[in-house]
Nanobody
């Protein structure tokens, strides 16, 4: 599965963006998908994940209540709605496929098929 993230941009603090993750194949629809982000000079950080059906989600504590992950399997797309953005949310955001049954993991080693990320820059 090849993934492509998009929807990033430059926004002021407090504003919102909707990031998209488009998949190349229909097998995407049975896969749990994770969102990660990586700021310059920092390690890749887990943000959120969603089950294949879209019925279950979990989030990093730092984004709970501000970010919402969803998916539209008919469009082979997963979304990340990012609200109330803060300067510390500035990073390249990536989506990826969860390996096997790793539900609940926040470890990037448990995800694969990293696509090109999308840059989110939040100004204060």
């Amino acid at each position: 599965v090849q993934l492509q993230a998009s929807g990033g941009g430059l926004v002021q603090a407090g504003n919102s963006l909707r990031l998209s993750c488009a998949a190349s194949t229909r097998t995407f629809t049975i896969k749990a998908i994770g969102w990660f982000r990586q700021a310059p000079g920092k390690e890749r950080q887990f943000v959120a994940a969603i089950s294949g059906s879209g019925g279950r989600t979990y989030y990093a504590d730092s984004v709970k209540g501000r970010f919402t992950v969803s998916r539209d399997n008919a469009k082979n797309t997963v979304y990340l709605q990012v609200n109330s953005l803060k300067p510390e949310d500035t990073a390249v955001y990536y989506c990826s496929v969860m390996k096997g049954i790793k539900w609940g993991s926040q470890d990037s080693a448990d995800f694969l098929s990293w696509g090109q990320g999308t840059q989110v820059t939040v100004s204060s």
